[in-house]
Nanobody, 110 residues
Framework: QQQFAESGGGLVQPGGSLRLACVAS???????IGWYRQRERREEIARVG?????WYHDSVKGRFAISRDFAKRTVYLEMNNLKPEDTAVYYC???????WGQGAQVTVSS
């Protein structure tokens, strides 16, 4: 079982940027890991795995980028051109599991 700790959230104005980090308790090189966000419900917005496989929800495609650093056991979510509707608590987990950390609150507001 993995445990994850999310960080990097905050308050940002529309059009701004944030980078979230998700540190895993163990190796991540063989895992498919996703970023999720919870507003009314929790939804997956990006995933990374394999050699360089990535997937994005249409709502963030072109604005968000997922990446990982194996040595640091960390998965990142670079968020650009943020919109008020991106306001949510962001989590990460291995795909198919519910290994939720405390989450990172992102608030986009002027």
């Amino acid at each position: 079982q993995q445990q994850f700790a999310e960080s990097g959230g905050g308050l940002v104005q529309p059009g701004g940027s944030l980078r979230l980090a998700c540190v895993a308790s163990g190796e991540i090189s063989s895992d498919l890991i996703g970023w999720y966000r919870q507003r009314e419900r929790r939804e997956e917005i990006a995933r990374v795995g394999g050699r360089a496989f990535t997937w994005y929800h249409d709502s963030v495609k072109g604005r968000f980028a997922i990446s990982r650093d194996f040595a640091k056991r960390t998965v990142y979510l670079e968020m650009n051109n943020l919109k008020p509707e991106d306001t949510a608590v962001y989590y990460c987990s291995r795909i198919g599991y519910s290994e939720w950390g405390q989450g990172a609150q992102v608030t986009v507001s002027s």
